[in-house]
């Protein structure tokens, strides 16, 4: 089979050196639109109650706990959102208008592609293990070595039988993630066994059902969520990259932070940032 073909641009179509400065500066906007989107997206699980530690409400909903099952219920002061705060409308005369022909920003060749990963973690972070999880991606490569991926998935966990949650949340707890994925191939002319190097950041959301259901004020509480950012960096090889196909294997250490406030009320002080290591297989076709 003959080698993919690859975009060269000739001396006419090759951008002139500001056009590619100002092709610079707006990728790096919309990174930093993606880290805000993030960090937004971390922070969806906070809440205008303040109902005490995660600790003591995992305690309250062990089946073998056999006090009240009630937990503070006090509006929080430090709230940042205010609820009666009603979003206006923009005037339409207010709103900036653009006109992506007028940036005299050329557009990149791309061959966009939309792939299914799948895989799972071999080494287990200190609260769950995960024998499943899947993701979808959209993106590709242009005509550099680098390509742009977004994604997004979800995560099956299984408790660990030794955790101190064990006895507190009920099994399967779920993890859904969004973010960007960076690639970069030192010889992305390659058909077959393409190398390259990955670089991931996403905004996830963890959610679980208590075993027993705790009282707060009027409120019954049977299920929660906290939020966070996801950190990766890994190796990955194209076992096959076509114009119209691709599949591959990637192996992705990772990072979890969480944020400090639950959906529900409750200062996490159980969930630590940990660790831990994923490999995934891939495959798709070119849109």
Known sequence: MPPREVFVPNGE????????????????????????????????????RNRGSMSG??????????????????????????????????????????????TGIPDEPLNLFLLVRGGASFVSDPYFENPLDMEVLIGGLGESNFGFFLFAGFKNLDVQSDSSISAAIKSHPLIL???????????????????????????????????NDLIAGSDTISSDYLGGVGLDGGIGVDFVQTDHFQAGFLLLPQAFLFGDETAEGFNNDIFDAYGTVRWSVEAGFKL
């Open 57 to 102: 409400a995992m305690d309250k909903s062990r089946d073998d706990y056999e006090g009240e099952r009630t937990v503070p219920d006090e509006e929080d002061e430090d709230y940042w959102f205010d609820e009666e705060e009603e979003d206006g409308d923009i005037p339409e005369d207010s709103a900036p208008e653009y006109d992506s022909d007028d």
């Open 13 to 48: 179509d090759f951008p002139p050196w500001k056009d590619y400065i100002l092709t610079m500066i707006r990728r790096g906007m919309l990174f930093m639109v993606l880290l805000l989107l993030l960090f937004l997206f971390s922070c969806m699980s906070s809440s205008h």
């Open 177 to 211: 993630d969004i973010g960007g994925e960076i690639r970069y191939y030192p010889f992305h002319e390659l058909t077959y066994f393409s190398p390259y190097v990955a670089g991931r950041i996403s905004g996830f959301v963890l959610f679980w059902s208590y075993k």
